[in-house]
């Protein structure tokens, strides 16, 4: 059967991915039928069930989960941004840096505490997947000493035109970028280049294998001809390894150089070079190695982008077969682009929601300037301590961002999550049936259909306050952002929320508005509430206040009386479909809340006020309301101590639904029914059950 490696590492990413879920019995009985359907059918899923099988047993003979320690000491097994998984002879640990960007290699030695990771909202990336697929205990760094592979600086860095950017490209070290160099690379869809993808190293082992040339010709003319023929391909693999170590062995380093020495030994061997069997194999070296590398952004999009451009750039590039040579060149430029988007959107509309409209026109640009020129200029002027050349790499690299900063054109915003984005890695890889592929692409992207119910969700968002009212008149209101971040605005979109028509802030503080930017930023918004305007010092809400009414957004302030605090002042919205209401306090204090218990009915679900701090839910509240459902919204571990107790008993005679044991909880009523449910990741809305009938209609 053609390219048997490919199925085999199909199989073993599946068995990686869940082997922890699974027993190692599952692994040897997918083994032992690998075997048997060998024997009995060429199929591919002899091949798949025999991956499998690997890749199950191959998680489990993991060292187990390492008890919590104070202090660890080992080397940087893999590198993520900020976070790193340290090897030391007991095991495997997932540290978080405060900034320093662990490299491949190092040595690091670290003071740590236990890590709570941030909690997912419904349909997000699984953040912390590797960690638990690596039994890797989650700790934060609090101190570190570590003997850093630091790349050489370079001298003449300050006269640079382009510094930051170059460095990166050369060593993998994006720490010097400034966040609109970064914005810049995002909007055009050229992020890849500052990633050390298999480009760079295809570059480098090009190198290589053209030095490896020019020095075998002299072994020709001496007579050592096959001495000769083999110089190019050592040269080229000693290139690529030597740029790898450089940058930090990245999974789309280790991949690409995995490929470039399965290619050079097939050449020298006579045998065809199949890119599947290569990538397959690159794959399963990967995979063996490191199990947990399956969950990981860089062994997805790397992989991903590589498979499609195998399969898809072919059925694009036949469209330019018999047009003339700059048009063909032009044509299968793009359609390389286009191939490597197909193959990566299913994490692009997954975990980042970006796709810029520009990005085939601008790697157009991009492509052959920093890989044809930039880098090559780079490397061999380090290499060669040759100030000229990386002078000329670094103008190639100014005349690019000049580039890139006139192609931002701005950017599509697909939002799926783990349904959807299987739905396109599917389609992803029917490059034979283009129109089925097309089908599914667009089921995928298919916005969720809204419900004809009342549904008034609580995001699990930390420890911060939020809710999401959706009426069943299609209306959309949003009280309150959480703390900063995206992760909220990412929801939004994966729910199908485009279009917000209020969005109130129930008091400035961070823990309730940080969220809101992003959200004003990027989707529709209809009006703006707020208590009160910003104050000189706060300038994260001036900012917010700032993009509101940049943006045309009508701002009203609601009022609040002076002398009051924040807190006291905040706003409290209330919201009714026929017999059931629900009561959304933010932070108000005790005086806020008996003035509210002298105004408020019985409610169906009351979100208790201040995240359920020892001084809230005054009594006059809690007799006033008499809830069903009490939510109370904080964070695992937070350093106030919320809930506490004290609060948690006032409410005793409803039911209480707690954010940081349950998660997001959502509320779902047709104006008669109320009904509750909690997001389990893995198992989607699971129903709650309430301890009490609803209160009789007013």
């Not at 349904?419 to 049936?433: D, W």
């Amino acid at each position: 059967m053609r390219a048997p490696m490919a199925w085999i590492a199909v199989g073993l990413a599946g068995g990686s991915a869940v082997w922890i879920d699974v027993g190692w019995q599952v692994g040897l009985a997918a083994l032992l039928s690998g075997v048997l359907l060998r024997v009995f059918t060429a199929h591919p899923t002899s091949w798949i069930a025999f991956g499998v099988g690997i890749g199950v047993c191959n998680g489990h003979l993991q060292q187990p989960m390492l008890p919590a320690t104070p202090h660890i000491a080992g080397r940087v097994h893999a590198a993520s941004g900020r976070h790193a998984m340290v090897a030391s002879d007991a095991g495997k640990y997932w540290v978080k840096t405060a900034a320093h960007r662990p490299v491949v290699g190092e040595w690091m030695s670290a003071r740590v505490a236990p890590l709570n990771p941030a909690p997912e909202l419904p349909g997000a990336w699984p953040a912390h997947r590797r960690a638990t697929l690596a039994n890797a205990p989650q700790l934060r760094a609090r101190e570190w000493v570590s003997a850093a592979i630091a790349p050489p600086a370079d001298p003449a860095s300050n006269r640079r035109r382009r510094p930051a950017v170059l460095r990166a490209l050369l060593t993998g070290d994006r720490t010097g970028l400034s966040e609109q160099t970064k914005a810049i690379f995002r909007n055009t869809g050229t992020t890849h280049l500052l990633a050390i993808s298999g480009l760079h190293v295809g570059v480098a082992a090009t190198f290589g294998a053209a030095v490896g040339w020019v020095s075998g010709r002299p072994l020709v003319l001496a007579g050592w001809v096959h001495l000769a023929r083999i110089m190019p391909h050592l040269f080229g693999m000693a290139a690529a390894v030597y740029y790898a170590q450089r940058v930090g062995w990245p999974v789309s380093t280790q991949r690409a150089v995995c490929m470039v020495g399965a290619a050079a030994v097939a050449t020298l061997a006579g045998r065809r070079v199949d890119p599947w069997q290569v990538v397959g194999l690159a794959a399963v070296a990967i995979l063996i190695r490191d199990p947990s590398a399956v969950a990981s952004l860089g062994f997805i999009l790397s992989f991903g982008a590589v498979v499609a451009l195998i399969g898809w750039t072919p059925v694009f590039a036949a469209r330019f077969g018999s047009t003339p040579r700059p048009v063909r060149w032009i044509g299968q430029s793009l359609a390389a682009t286009l191939s490597a988007t197909i193959g990566t959107l299913p994490i692009l509309a997954w975990a980042f929601q970006q796709v810029a409209l520009s990005a085939p026109v601008a790697n157009l640009v991009a492509v052959p300037l920093i890989a044809g020129i930039a880098v090559p200029l780079g490397l061999l002027g380090t290499v060669t301590d040759s100030d000229g050349l990386v002078e000329a790499a670094d103008i190639t690299v100014d005349g690019v961002m000049r580039a890139l900063s006139a192609l931002q054109w701005g950017a599509v915003h697909p939002a799926v999550g783990p349904a959807g984005a299987a739905l396109l890695g599917a389609g992803a890889v029917m490059f034979r049936t283009p129109r089925l592929a097309l089908l599914i692409g667009l089921v995928a992207l298919t916005p969720p259909q809204r419900s004809t119910d009342t549904v008034v969700t609580f995001p699990d968002i930390g420890q911060g306050g939020a809710a999401l009212i959706e009426f069943s008149n299609g209306q959309t209101w949003l009280v309150d952002g959480g703390p900063p971040g995206r992760r909220l605005l990412h929801w939004l979109r994966r729910r199908g929320v485009r279009t917000i028509d209020l969005v109130v802030i129930s008091h400035p503080d961070a823990d309730h508005f940080g969220g809101l930017a992003p959200v004003l930023s990027e989707l529709r918004i209809g009006q703006l509430w707020a208590p009160r305007r910003p104050r000189p010092t706060e300038d994260r809400f001036h900012d917010l206040w700032r993009d509101a009414h940049q943006r045309r957004i009508p701002c009203r302030v609601i009022g609040t009386p002076a002398g009051v605090s924040d807190n006291e002042g905040g706003i409290v919205v209330t919201v009714r479909d026929g017999r059931h209401s629900f009561l959304i306090s933010g932070d108000i204090g005790q005086t806020t809340e008996q003035r509210v218990a002298k105004h408020v009915a019985p409610v169906s679900v009351v979100q208790v006020p201040h995240h359920g701090s020892k001084h809230s839910s005054s009594p006059e509240l809690v007799a006033a309301t008499r809830p069903i459902w009490a939510v109370i919204q904080s964070g695992r571990g937070n350093r106030y101590g919320h809930p506490h107790p004290a609060a948690v008993e006032r409410w005793k005679d409803a039911a209480i639904a707690q954010t940081q044991l349950l998660g997001t909880v959502q509320f779902r009523t047709d104006g008669i029914r109320l009904g509750a449910a909690h997001w389990v990741n893995g198992r989607g809305w699971v129903p709650l059950e309430r301890t009490r009938e609803p209160p009789p209609d007013p």
